[in-house]
């Protein structure tokens, strides 16, 4: 089994950033795509971000393109989302995703993303 923790999330101003962290242990993988996504109050959860397990292939959501930033360390079994230039509508749940293959992956708890205006 694999364990993800998230951590980094908070309240946040307008414009503001934050930097997001997920950490996996247990039986990790040696290759693994790790993503991010999010759920707003009342919407379905939603893709955000992912990198690939050498770090070489990034892929954004169009609403995050330019102002979030997916990175990963993998001697920390770590992935980071640096958030910057933070909306509104940037408030919700975010939760790291581990990918194994089809069928095999894992989900960290969440943790609370909140931007005010």
């Known amino acids: 089994q694999v364990q993800l923790v998230e951590s980094g999330g908070g309240l946040v101003q307008y414009g503001g950033s934050l930097r997001l962290s997920c950490a996996a242990s247990?039986?990790?993988?040696?290759?693994?795509?790790m993503s991010w996504y999010r759920q707003a109050p009342g919407k379905k959860r939603e893709f955000v971000a992912s990198i690939a397990s050498a770090g070489n292939n990034r892929d954004y959501a169009n609403s995050v393109k330019g102002r979030f930033d997916i990175s990963r360390d993998n001697a920390k079994n770590t992935v980071y989302l640096q958030m910057n230039s933070l909306k509104p509508d940037d408030t919700a749940v975010y939760y790291c995703n581990l990918w194994v293959a089809a069928g095999n992956d894992y989900w960290g708890q969440g943790t609370q993303v909140t931007v005010s205006s």
């Open positions: 247990g039986f990790v993988p040696s290759s693994y795509a």
